[in-house]
């Protein structure tokens, strides 16, 4: 079979959950699947952190055009090497298909259905109109959560419940897992004004859906009788991230939140490991990666009571109503002092991430891809 994917997003600086979720599926599809031939088009040069496998029975097409990508070249392509069937990552898919082309989408999240406010409102009207062209006119849809299908389901009753099927993502155990050299930790921590255990770990996008400001608050609430603890946040700047520079800025700790802007995968695997603890606040996620990956490099976790976080943490997690700054702190608090819970938690998360697994993303993907 033809396997046709669209993979322009490895293209991009930004490294996000999304583009993530495409390079670990990339890494299985072509070696567990040798006897398939996938067509993976892109417009410029990978970004070398997001870079795929070249397996034999890849053929990447590199095919730019200034403008309308996915409806113009990356159509245009797909209409010249007839493909079996289309795989579209993100939720936007070609308007104009080759009649009989089966189309199946991957929806991450519907968050700009619930927080609309914290889009750009040009962005606003471009994802309502993907997200409506990908749910209703692709053959399948791939949802990350049963959260992500609920919301699906929600916002579009016209679409079948068989339509939509649920795969989880997984996790990099070999980059969080990895013993670490002394060396390349202390190079690391260093180079981030860092202690091992005297920080607390945020990773992902700097924009408001991720609840930074209440996290600085609470971080501010706190160092008064933690003067040691440090916070840092991992991540690049995304829509609308103005409002939490400003909150940084205004904080009397200021030097002690950490903004590293982009980041390797190796020296993100070093802030992992040696966090005293990793919190994710986040008012709304489809899956939500970097959970799993703080699991993985043995931090305890706490992170807000909402959407797919309670179904992916499990009981590995505590958890927080996400607008509480007073129960965050108590909750932070509570786990920092208490050797107990700390390494209660860190056995119950390695326990979770056993649900998980990129290989078994992967191997569900093809086979409904194939179906």
């Not at 992967?362 to 891809?369: G, I, Q, S, V």
């Amino acid at each position: 079979m033809r396997i046709a994917i669209q993979a322009a997003d490895l293209d991009h600086k930004r490294i996000d959950g999304t583009r993530v979720y495409l390079l670990n599926v990339l890494k299985w599809l072509g070696k567990i699947s040798p006897a398939d031939e996938f067509l993976i088009y892109h417009r410029r040069d990978f970004n070398p952190e997001l870079c795929p496998p070249n397996f034999p029975n890849y053929r990447f097409k590199k095919a730019d055009f200034p403008f309308f990508w996915t409806q113009t070249r990356f159509a245009r392509e797909l209409c010249k090497d007839k493909p079996d069937v289309l795989w579209m990552p993100m939720h936007n898919i070609p308007i104009l298909r080759r009649k009989g082309l089966k189309t199946v989408v991957t929806i991450h999240d519907l968050a700009f259905k619930y927080f609309s406010d914290h889009f750009p409102k040009k962005e606003l009207l471009k994802l309502n109109f993907l997200a409506d062209l990908a749910i209703k006119k692709s053959d399948k849809i791939i949802a990350v959560s049963q959260s992500t299908k609920r919301d699906i389901l929600k916002f579009y009753p016209g679409i079948k419940e068989e339509k939509v099927r649920v795969i989880y993502h997984g996790f990099d155990s070999e980059l969080f897992q990895k013993e670490i050299s002394e060396d390349k930790i202390k190079k690391v921590l260093k180079s981030y004004h860092l202690q091992a255990k005297s920080y607390i770990l945020y990773v992902g996008a700097i924009q408001p859906r991720k609840n930074l400001e209440t996290l600085i608050e609470t971080f501010n609430f706190i160092k008064k009788e933690k003067p040691e603890l440090k916070l840092v946040l991992a991540g690049e700047k995304a829509w609308l991230w103005e409002g939490i520079i400003e909150k940084i800025e205004k904080s009397p700790y200021q030097k002690d939140i950490i903004l590293t802007g982009g980041i390797s995968f190796e020296e993100l695997a070093v802030l992992y490991q040696n966090a005293a603890l990793f919190v994710f606040p986040s008012l709304y996620e489809g899956f939500g990666i970097p959970v799993l990956e703080a699991f993985a490099a043995g931090v305890p976790v706490v992170c807000s009571r909402n959407s797919s976080l309670p179904e992916v943490s499990g009981d590995a997690a505590l958890y927080f109503s996400g607008s509480d700054m007073k129960e965050l702190a108590d909750t932070i608090t509570r786990t920092l002092k208490d050797e107990g819970l700390k390494s209660s938690l860190i056995s119950k998360g390695l326990e979770q991430l056993k649900k998980f697994s990129w290989e078994k993303c992967a191997r569900e993907t093809l086979e409904y891809l194939k179906s």
